[in-house]
């Protein structure tokens, strides 16, 4: 009675998985087969018997069978053993090979079954025990739990493959080392450290938007690997936040950012009676003070683009003001000359000015005052960056650092300190704190 009722929770739990997860009937009875003939095998087969097992779990019955293909007859002489035979073959033509465990000859098969052809299967029916149908129910059992967790990182990798490359939401569990550990829905992501904004704390509960950086499958399961210094986090928000932009009454055409610490985002209206960049304000600033605050206080520019190269450089290093710019087409440079009191805003604090503008425009930018007499380039700003960059990480492995700050902070950028010999009135000028934009 006790081995009907397992068989009954057998064909139930079967039953449940294929409806939740979607998987065939079918094929779950088709693993539980092959399960049983592994196990058949290992127990009971013999070294050219090639073990099939038919499982019925409504009246629990198991049959099993020796299943062999009829093939063509062996020259006369030839002896069959254990081995695989190989026949010559003419020249140009693939060598016809026997497996005395998967084939059987057409006279030896017709001698049981008259009517039998070629490439048709017979099958021998095999014994079983009382103990291996024991065995069977509890090797269902294990297979349906096996197939379960298979289904359900197939699907959960199927998922997220199609959201790689997209922006979600997600709620922080906790830290792990310098990993971070993101709920996702039905998996878990990981942030690992160079895909971490410098200074944000990722407090357990908090509700963060993450971009999907790459999913890929590993022996424990998939592994969802996500950022928080994507530029499409950013063009995210403001497709969320600003209903122009998510219309197309308002367009992105570029964004350059530096991760918790400053953003620059090109923007152009589809109509002349639009205004991109008040749209993006909104009134009294509530529309970038959102984005901000998602972002966890990064500053932000509006930038409006242009067509005009030109003026779209001189946009781009805002809140200067630009008096001229002459682009060099051969190196795709461009020089742009600013009064002296506003050289300190157009290079930036550290060069971070000039260096979005930069990757805002895609020039290389060389910043000069009127006079010529300091001038410092995009590509030094970003050179100086990385190498601050890189020292930082270093000091911060080495010491083992873990950000622990009650609240989201963003930390400003740490100042660059060039070489003595190098050291020009410009880079003076860019180590001197710039003027706060605050967005319009």
Not at 8 to 35: F, H, N, P, R
Not at 75 to 97: F, H, N, Q, S, Y
Not at 216 to 228: C, M, N, Q, V, Y
């Amino acid at each position: 009675m006790s081995h009907e009722k397992n068989m009954s929770e057998i064909v139930s739990a079967i039953k449940q998985i294929c409806e939740e997860k979607g998987l065939s009937y079918d094929a779950v009875i088709a693993t539980i087969e092959s399960a049983l003939a592994a196990a058949y095998r290992k127990d009971y087969g013999e070294k050219n018997q090639n073990i099939k097992v038919e499982y019925n779990p409504e009246d629990n019955t198991t049959k099993v069978f020796d299943a062999k293909e009829v093939v063509e007859d062996l020259p006369e002489g030839t002896e069959i053993g254990d081995e695989v035979i190989t026949l010559e073959a003419p020249e140009g033509e693939e060598p016809r090979k026997f497996n005395p465990k998967t084939d059987i000859q057409l006279k030896d098969a017709k001698e049981i079954q008259k009517k039998i052809a070629l490439g048709e299967e017979i099958r021998f029916e095999l014994p079983t025990k009382e103990e291996y149908g024991r065995m069977a129910a509890q090797t269902a059992k294990q297979v349906i739990i096996q197939r379960l967790r298979e289904a359900e990182r197939d699907m959960v990798y199927g998922d997220f493959k199609e959201k790689e490359k997209e922006v979600i939401s997600g709620v922080v569990q906790r830290r792990e080392g310098r990993i971070v550990l993101v709920d996702i829905g039905k998996a878990t992501g990981v942030i690992f450290p160079d895909d971490q904004i410098k200074g944000e704390n990722y407090r357990a509960g908090a509700r963060i938007k993450v971009y999907v950086k790459e999913v890929r499958l590993t022996p424990k399961g998939p592994e969802i690997a996500l950022s928080r210094t994507s530029d499409e986090i950013l063009k995210k928000v403001f497709y969320l936040e600003i209903p122009e932009v998510s219309n197309g009454l308002v367009e992105i055409k570029a964004v350059a950012r530096e991760a918790g610490a400053r953003s620059k985002v090109a923007v152009i209206a589809s109509s002349e009676n639009i205004d991109p960049i008040g749209s993006c304000v909104g009134q009294r600033g509530a529309r970038i003070q959102t984005i901000i605050r998602e972002l966890g206080g990064e500053k932000i520019d509006i930038i409006e683009y242009n067509e005009d190269v030109e003026t779209f450089i001189a946009n781009a290093l805002s809140p200067a003001k630009v008096e001229s710019v002459t682009l060099n087409n051969d190196n795709h440079s461009a020089s742009v000359k600013v009064a002296e009191d506003q050289l300190s805003l157009a290079i930036g604090k550290s060069g971070q000015n000039v260096r979005l503008a930069a990757r805002l425009t895609g020039w290389r930018l060389d910043i000069a005052d009127l006079a010529g007499t300091t001038e410092i380039s995009s590509e030094d700003a970003d050179l100086e960056a990385k190498e601050l960059a890189e020292a930082n990480n270093v000091e911060a492995v080495a010491e083992g650092e873990v950000t622990t700050t009650e609240e989201t902070t963003v930390e400003a950028p740490v100042e660059a300190k060039p070489k003595a010999k190098r050291k020009s009135k410009a880079k003076a000028a860019a180590e001197e704190p710039a003027e706060t934009v605050e967005e319009k």
